[in-house]
T-cell receptor
Framework: AQSVTQLDSQVPVFEEAPVELRCNYS??????LFWYVQYPNQGLQLLLK??????LVKGINGFEAEFNKSQTSFHLRKPSVHISDTAEYFC????????FGTGTRLTIIP | NAGVTQTPKFQVLKTGQSMTLQCAQD?????MSWYRQDPGMGLRLIHY???????DQGEVPNGYNVSRSTTEDFPLRLLSAAPSQTSVYFC?????????????FGSGTRLTVV
């Protein structure tokens, strides 16, 4: 069965600093990868997805992620974070079903 | 606005009580699913449906029932609530189970069982 690992449960970052949220998935012949964001007291919103093609995927709100097949990783990055990026971020992988990681809580320090 | 609507937003139940969490979508999505979200455990799939009249179990189905009589609605029933079912519940939908467009999530129901 597919598994998704988010190594960091919490990541504090100063405002306007860069951030990387890490995600690793278990190997699969064919897998689609997603990042979702959950703002406080809200549901999940799709940030970006990798289906095929270019390994660098750009999403909403200035986020991007890079698919690395050899390292089975799909790390999320943003060059300069804002207070409004405070949220929980979930990585997910889909083969037969959609499997979520345990989430990373991003806290922006003013 | 089109999307997934969940009701209620908050609920407190006593152990042994029953209740139904409602989920409705107006996007004509065939696939609908229920997840529970617990601290440190991410989202876990409870039940899902690939179309009206068809339901199946996810990874944590015990204590929950579902039905899908229409394309729009996918209610989740707790027959006899237990404290272990205290959680935040999300309904999600998609064009199809293997859709690569991602899922649309509702805003969640926060359930506390005392």
């Amino acid at each position: 069965a597919q598994s998704v690992t988010q190594l960091d449960s919490q990541v504090p970052v100063f405002e306007e600093a860069p951030v990387e949220l890490r995600c690793n998935y278990s190997s699969s012949v064919s897998v689609y990868l997603f990042w979702y964001v959950q703002y406080p007291n809200q549901g999940l919103q799709l940030l970006l997805k990798y289906l095929s093609g270019s390994t660098l995927v750009k999403g909403i709100n200035g986020f991007e992620a890079e698919f690395n097949k050899s390292q089975t990783s799909f790390h999320l990055r943003k060059p300069s974070v804002h207070i409004s990026d405070t949220a929980e971020y979930f990585c997910a992988a889909k083969d037969e079903k959609l499997t979520f990681g345990t989430g990373t809580r991003l806290t922006i320090i003013p | 606005n089109a999307g997934v609507t969940q009701t209620p937003k908050f609920q407190v139940l006593k152990t042994g009580q029953s209740m139904t969490l409602q989920c409705a979508q107006d996007m004509n999505h065939e696939y609908m699913s229920w997840y529970r979200q617990d601290p440190g455990m991410g989202l876990r799939l409870i039940h899902y449906s690939v179309g009206a009249g068809i339901t199946d179990q996810g990874e944590v189905p015990n204590g929950y029932n579902v039905s899908r009589s229409t394309t729009e609605d996918f209610p989740l029933r707790l027959l006899s609530a237990a404290p272990s079912q205290t959680s935040v519940y999300f309904c999600a939908s998609s064009y199809a189970r293997d859709s690569n467009y991602g899922y649309t999530f509702g805003s969640g129901t926060r359930l506390t069982v005392v």
